[in-house]
């Protein structure tokens, strides 16, 4: 491996070539007194310098009992793992069966769809949903909620927390000790409380706040999700140069995925749709464009489908594509046989 | 927050020496940038950017709130926990108390449907005393295609709150609090939005009205080139949207319709199998009206409020909105501006909310009452395009 495709700086990269410290194995063998002596830097620097370049040579530290690759996990133990996650429920029964029982938790889920299919709503949801105390089959953790349109309705959150309270109830019943515990948890207000709310302005704030998410979730552990609604709006403004677009995007995804590993928490981002000019004919497609399209995980797309509203998975590595009617009712997300059941909420 | 100047935020004095000295001066500056481009450009290790990135994100975030502090603020500093309502009951219901502060609000639809009366009677509602349900304040109405009638907003006003317009010159009090702006070009109505602006800051504004959007970029002046306008229309939405967010103000805009092209899909290449479907269907083609300016000013309204006439009748349908049920109310324009004819509303199944009728075209209905009163001639003349039609109409049948 060489030594400039190191994360240094130029300078200490400039130093290090020209004093013929070339490839990574040069150095690990140098000391640090041996090093600042021979570049002209500081006992630091070298020491610095030094530990950049071990910690990118993975070959160097072979340790068979551990593992064979450092940072390595091999896939029985993935799958293990994977299993003792628990999902996010959408609501929505069919909806969950071609998610696999929800949103995973580990991942990237973007969701996009036209102007009033849903996604906020859904997004909502979410936030609520995320917060199912444990004894009832839920995740007991909290929500952050990234909104940068301003289509955040406070009241919509309550309806749907009352609903989605009213329907654990119904469902469950708990021994009484249990019960008494749970009920106070399961208030309205508490479940308010539980989401966390940024109103982004800007792209610039939008990624302040990405980059700043590592350090909220450190002291608000339990946050479990993440929703970002829309991940597009400030994008789709204020870019001249595209592939500088392009690139800071990236490098959000990264950081999203990092978070969503590291902290094991799902991310949700909801994203617009555009036209797009395929063989001289228009098509719907998400926005952003296709380098973007490589940076979640699971992608979902909600669509129209005659009267109903229907999600399809579009891209997934574990799941197979497949679609399932929703709908939106006063209550929430909920499954769309219920909806000739449903009477206006007012 | 994104111009927050990277020197006062405390970093250690040798670091930010070298943002600046790069001529990187604004959390917007650094944060364009990936953390390898500043690696490069800064001539700093990777660890010192990673720290310094990471402090001016945390200073440039703004600070979070929860729900139910965001709730229970909104409940308690604002009038009416933060709605204007329209006083056509069934629709205050569904909209959970009116227009919301904050945020876009649009009306869409065909030419002479009642956009412009709506409008009027909200910007009189806005300028209403707090105890006839008003906000006692101003409203600023920008005209864009000259469609704005004093007399009109006279006479809603004296027809529908007659207690405040009987008292003396209370109706000057009242149109003199609703300001209207006619700006003629796109670059005037660019700036008209930015002295709106500031003047909101400071004079007791409650309202802002935007007749119509797509006035400009429909407007055949200019359609040589496509791609800036789609730029500038981007930079109006962001600017439009922040200024509802931070004066919480209800912002309405209305929105003009288009007939669709035939070649326009609107689907998903995986929906490819139902395409030809779709085009084959005369009936469709026949009544289908989209809204003007497209699917990216589409996302970014909050609430988009559909007007239509099916067989005659004219309806008002709650099409896209994170708190209301897709419902429809049928109305009528009368005297005193627009009425619902039931509270209940019908509710909407499927993407036919979305859709624009035109059928039963309104104006067949006053010729043949005869009932086109010439000196206030408001349900007819939305735009040029209609009224040209009503001319030919009567000399045809003359």
């Known amino acids: ?346 | 927050m994104a111009n927050k100047v990277i020197s006062q935020m405390g970093l250690p004095k040798s670091i930010s020496n070298i943002f600046e000295a790069r001529n990187i001066l604004t959390s917007k500056d650094a944060l364009s940038l990936t953390e390898f481009d500043l690696v490069e450009l800064l001539d700093v290790g990777m660890s010192e950017v990673n720290s310094a990135v990471t402090h001016i994100s945390e200073m440039t975030c703004p600070p979070y709130q929860t729900a139910l502090s965001l709730m229970e603020e909104r409940v308690q500093n604002e009038y009416l926990a933060g709605h204007l309502p329209t006083r056509l009951k069934g629709l205050d219901e569904a909209l959970c108390g009116g227009v919301p502060f904050g945020a876009l609000t649009e009306l869409v639809g065909p030419a002479g449907i009642g956009k412009t009366q709506f409008c009027l009677k909200l910007a009189l509602l806005a300028a209403l005393p707090t105890s006839h349900g008003g906000l006692n304040g101003r409203a600023i109405y920008i005209d864009v295609e000259s469609k704005f009638s004093s007399r009109r907003l006279i006479e809603i006003g004296a027809e529908s709150f007659p207690e405040i317009f009987q008292l003396e010159k209370m109706a000057q009090e009242m149109a003199g609090r609703i300001l209207v702006l006619r700006p003629t070009s796109l670059s005037e109505f660019t700036e008209s939005l930015q002295q709106v602006k500031l003047s909101i800051l400071q004079n007791q504004i409650k309202l802002l009205i935007i007749d119509s959007m797509a006035g400009f970029y429909s407007g055949e002046n200019d359609r040589d080139v496509k791609a800036p306008k789609q730029h500038l229309l981007g930079w109006h939405i962001s600017f439009i949207k922040s200024l509802a967010e931070f004066s919480r103000i209800p912002i309405v805009v209305t929105n003009q319709v288009r007939s669709q092209n035939c070649d326009e899909l609107v689907q998903y290449p995986f929906q490819a199998e139902n395409k030809h479907e779709i085009v084959k269907d005369p009936e469709r083609l026949n009544s289908h009206l989209v809204a003007a300016l497209g699917i990216h000013w589409a996302h970014a309204v909050t609430i988009r409020l559909v007007l239509e006439s099916d067989s005659g009748q004219r309806y008002i349908k709650v099409a896209k909105s994170p708190i209301s049920p897709p419902i429809a109310f049928p109305f009528v324009i009368t005297s005193s501006g627009i009425s619902l004819l039931n509270d209940n509303g019908i509710e909407v199944k499927g993407p036919e909310i979305h859709s624009i009728h035109c059928q039963g075209y309104l104006w067949l209905r006053f010729l043949t009452r005869g009932v086109v009163k010439l000196h206030t001639p408001w349900p007819i003349i939305g735009t040029v395009f209609s009224s040209i039609c009503v001319c030919q109409l009567t000399f045809s049948i003359n």
């Open chain 1, 1 to 346: 491996m060489e030594v400039s495709s190191l994360p240094l700086s130029p300078t200490h990269r400039g130093k290090l070539i020209s004093a013929g410290y070339t490839t990574i194995l040069s150095l690990a063998s140098v000391s640090p007194h041996h090093l600042a002596r021979d570049l002209n830097v500081t006992h630091d620097e070298a020491i610095a310098i030094l530990n950049v370049a071990l910690k990118n040579d993975k070959s160097g530290e072979s340790n068979p009992t551990r593992s064979i690759v450092t940072g390595a996990q091999n896939a029985w133990d993935m799958l293990r793992e994977e299993d003792m996650l628990r999902r996010i429920t959408t609501s929505c029964g069919d909806l969950d069966n071609i998610l696999g029982g929800g949103i995973s938790c580990k991942e990237v889920t973007e969701i996009g769809g036209v102007p009033g299919i849903g996604k906020t709503q859904l997004g909502i949801q979410l936030a609520v949903n995320v917060q199912i105390p444990v004894a009832y089959g839920g995740l007991g953790g909290k929500a952050v909620y990234i909104d940068t349109e301003g289509s955040f309705m406070v009241e919509r959150v309550y309806q749907i927390a009352e609903a989605c309270i009213a329907n654990i109830m119904e469902n469950h019943v708990l021994p009484r000790k249990d019960n008494q515990v749970c009920q106070e948890t399961m208030q309205c207000n508490s479940f308010l409380e539980n989401i966390f709310y940024f109103r982004i302005c800007s792209y610039t704030e939008q990624i302040a706040v990405i980059n700043y998410l590592d350090m909220f979730i450190e002291e608000h552990k339990d946050v479990k999700i993440v929703i970002i609604d829309s991940v597009t709006f400030h994008f789709r403004q204020d870019f001249d140069d595209l592939a500088q677009r392009t690139r800071v995007l990236s490098t959000m995804a990264l950081k999203l995925m990092k978070i969503a590993k590291k902290f094991g928490l799902a991310v949700v981002l909801l994203n617009q749709v555009t036209n797009k000019v395929v063989e001289g004919s228009f098509q719907l497609s998400l926005a952003l464009g296709d380098s973007w399209s490589h940076a979640c995980t699971n992608r979902v797309i909600l669509y129209w489908n005659g009267n109903e509203r229907y999600a399809f998975i579009d891209k997934s590595p574990s799941l197979r594509s497949a679609s399932a009617p929703y709908s939106v009712t006063g209550r929430g997300i909920r499954d769309s046989t219920s909806q000739c059941k449903r009477t206006r909420m007012m």
